[in-house]
């Protein structure tokens, strides 16, 4: 996967179809002299990086030269660009048919086609980004909140990235003590003091905790926050649905046990995605289909951050609302909202914790959307957030070694083993920055790229 970095790479950077416009990249360390090839209006070899270019661009195989396309052309010297490399990004017209030929030239006289994600690569090999601001990159193009998007932002600009660099450090300087006291094993000495190690490695240890934690959030961010919107039949769950999306999305009915497939949509509200879902009624029933449709409601409330928890106040009192809840055996995570629909029918005095609605006639759902935004920012207002899965495996699998390291410290085993056991930790916390990466690390990440990144 790691391909020639000596190879000279292309490719389109905007999406296929028609436009007014679209980028050809090209980079690499002939970037300059082939596209100087095919480019009348200034020779480019000549000129100076950081700069812009009117043009041309020709088929020098045609006995006419045949003009493809005028264009725009932004020139990067070495190191001062994207990859570190000489690049050149030639701004066409939008159209396939000039793109492909433009392409075709750049092949014909020396470029290779770019694999998914091979400048971004090139970016992380050349020392531009470290791993994990490679991956904001896909995270940025990715995001479609405000949230997501600061969060990608965030780290495409160092996030925690420095704060995992400065542990390793640290823990770095413990280990080099650890191995030294081997060379001087004879003599028994202990350069690395125990007790400032152990300090050491508390430390390290509260901070992973606090960032596996974060996850929970980082991926609510980033995928949307669970939200689940259960109750008994009937209750108007799926019309809460309906009224929340503005569309007509769930099938409603005067008949209970209506819904029994698990109905998802996005809603977007006060800059926060929410994923949200209508699940099948609660109660007991004999019909195998809706039986499986209320075990897989259960699994959806189980994973919400947010369940909506609707009840008919004709029918059911809000005590008997949260002794249903609490039948459900949430997670401490879960924040529930109890929610009385059907108010325009009766009107009834509730709790002020409860949100009285009528979903048929939009009663007071502008409430109920504050309060979805309001706990969306208690949810999501860690500082430093992980969202990234393979960050938070390597960060568990960064905790299990320092945790071995402490019993092994507490139970004065040989330093030797300790020092193992810190050189795994370091392992996997350069995982996440890439001061440690194998092939297959790279592979993964880079080929969920699109080609052109
Ligand atoms: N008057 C009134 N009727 C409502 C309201 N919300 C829902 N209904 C009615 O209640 C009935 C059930 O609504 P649904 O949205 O299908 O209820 P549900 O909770 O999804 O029901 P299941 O899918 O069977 O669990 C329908 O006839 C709705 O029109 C409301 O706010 N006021
Ligand atoms: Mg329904």
Do not use: M
């Given at each position: 996967m790691v391909k020639n970095l000596e190879d000279t790479i292309t490719a389109i950077a905007t999406p296929p179809g028609r436009a007014s416009m679209s980028v050809i990249r090209v980079s690499g360390k002939e970037a300059i002299p082939i596209v100087n090839r095919i480019?009348?209006?200034?020779?480019l070899e000549l000129a100076a990086g950081h700069s812009l270019y009117y043009g041309r661009i020709v088929d020098p195989n045609t006995e006419s030269m045949e003009t493809i396309d005028t264009v725009m052309l932004a020139l990067y010297r070495a190191p001062r660009s994207f990859t570190r490399e000489d690049v050149v990004e030639i701004s066409c017209h939008g159209n396939p048919y000039i793109l492909n030929r433009v392409i075709e030239l750049l092949i014909h006289y020396g470029c290779r086609l770019a694999e998914p994600g091979e400048f971004t690569m090139r970016a992380f090999l050349n020392g531009r980004l470290d791993l994990a601001q490679a991956e904001a990159v896909a995270d940025l193009i990715a995001a479609n909140s405000s949230v997501s998007h600061k969060l990608a932002i965030h780290q495409l600009r160092g996030g925690y990235s420095k704060d995992l660099h400065q542990l390793r450090l640290k823990l770095l300087n413990f280990a080099s003590l650890l191995e030294l006291e081997l060379d001087f094993s004879e003599e028994?000495?202990?350069?690395?003091?125990r007790q400032e190690l152990l300090e050491l490695i508390k430390g390290i240890l509260a901070e992973i905790d606090s960032l596996i934690l974060s996850f929970r959030a980082g991926n609510a961010i980033k995928n949307g926050i669970p939200t689940v919107i259960a109750g008994?039949?009937?209750?108007?769950k799926s019309t809460l649905l309906n009224a929340l999306l503005n569309e007509s999305r769930a099938i409603v009915s005067?008949?209970?046990?209506?819904?029994?497939d698990i109905i998802e949509d996005r809603l977007f509200l006060g800059g926060y995605e929410f994923r949200l879902t209508d699940t099948a009624g609660l109660r007991q029933t004999f019909d195998p289909i809706e039986e499986e449709g209320i075990r897989r409601s259960h699994e959806k409330i189980i994973a919400s951050s947010i369940l909506l928890y609707v009840f008919d106040p004709q029918i059911d009192t809000f005590a008997q609302a949260q002794s249903e809840v609490e039948n459900?055996?949430?997670?401490?995570?879960t924040q529930v909202v109890y929610v009385a629909n059907k108010i325009d029918l009766y009107p009834v005095a509730l709790p002020s914790s409860v949100i009285s609605i009528s979903a048929l006639i939009g009663t007071n759902l502008p409430l109920l959307k504050n309060e979805l935004v309001k706990i969306a920012q208690n949810l999501l207002q860690t500082d430093t957030v992980i969202s990234n899965q393979r960050h938070l495996e390597a960060l568990k699998r960064c905790h299990q070694s320092l945790i071995a390291a402490q019993k092994g410290i507490e139970q004065s085993i040989s330093s030797e083993l300790v020092a193992i056991d810190i050189r795994h930790a370091l392992h996997h916390l350069g995982e996440i920055t890439g001061e440690v990466t194998t092939e297959d690390i790279l592979e993964n990440i880079f080929s969920k790229f699109c080609i052109g990144k």
């Open positions: 480019f009348k209006g200034k020779n028994d000495v202990e350069f690395a003091n008994k039949p009937n209750v108007g005067a008949i209970p046990g209506t819904t029994r459900l055996k949430l997670p401490s995570t």
